[in-house]
């Protein structure tokens, strides 16, 4: 898999995309994560990459030229799945988009910033937008990051324990169920006996007791959904 993510602000993700999980993947391989500067792509011999919006609205907008030479220059090189703007009214990022994005082989992430894009860019060359939540951040880099930590561990071979990801939250719009470790009776804090008992059978049931306890009391919605 690779993932080109295009920015204003580079030095935001550099650190993310070298440390941790992204920086194993990557090691092994599996992915390939490319962040590019965004003014490296403008005419402007003042690099800048936005301009003041027709109508007199407040605020800087994103223009066409750099974006359009930047994402084309990308495209000239390989075919993309999927070209995605981080936009806070984009579609909601979940853990089943995660899912799907993860099967993908080559992803753009287009990283909004000031105002916002010039409309045409989002009209003729975005195939997806996408927030993660109801609300508004300075650009969108804490998005990409994001958005790129949910789909690079699942990529198979990422993590070295593969059925982690799938025991996941959210997976089977469940939320996880508690989870211990030794020992098993701290200050008399105990770790509950089916856990201890090895009985695989009744060790699973209560796994998914709690997570519909859990669901149930922290999350509803998402036993609505099913």
């Not at 990459?49 to 994103?62: I, S």
């Not at 990801?165 to 939320?175: I, M, V």
């Not at 695989?200 to 007791?209: F, G, Q």
Request: hydrophobic share 40%; charged share 25%; glycine share 6%.
């Amino acid at each position: 898999m690779r993932i080109d993510i295009i920015t204003v602000l580079p030095e935001m993700l550099d650190g993310f995309v070298n440390t941790s999980i992204l920086a194993r993947a990557q090691k092994k391989g599996l992915v390939e994560i490319h962040v590019h500067n965004l003014r490296d792509y403008t005419l402007d011999k003042h690099r800048r990459v936005d301009d003041y919006p027709f109508g007199g609205f407040a605020g800087m907008v994103m223009a066409c030229q750099p974006i359009d030479a930047c994402i084309s220059a990308l495209k000239a090189e390989r075919e993309y799945d999927e070209v995605i703007f981080t936009t806070p009214d984009g579609e909601q990022f979940d853990q089943p988009m995660a899912n799907e994005l993860s099967l993908k082989r080559n992803l753009i992430i287009l990283c909004g910033h000031y105002k916002g894009i010039d409309y045409r860019i989002r009209e003729h060359l975005i195939t997806k937008e996408v927030s993660i939540g109801d609300y508004v951040l300075t650009g969108g880099e804490l998005a990409a990051a994001v958005m790129s930590d949910a789909i690079v561990r699942l990529v198979p071979g990422v993590l070295s324990d593969e059925q982690s990801a799938l025991s996941d939250s959210f997976q089977d719009n469940l939320l996880a169920a508690p989870v211990y470790t030794r020992p098993a009776d701290y200050k008399g804090w105990k770790v509950p006996e089916v856990l201890l008992s090895g009985h695989e059978a009744k060790i699973k049931e209560w796994e998914l007791a709690q997570s519909l306890e859990r669901t149930q009391r922290l999350r509803p919605d998402l036993l609505e959904e099913k």
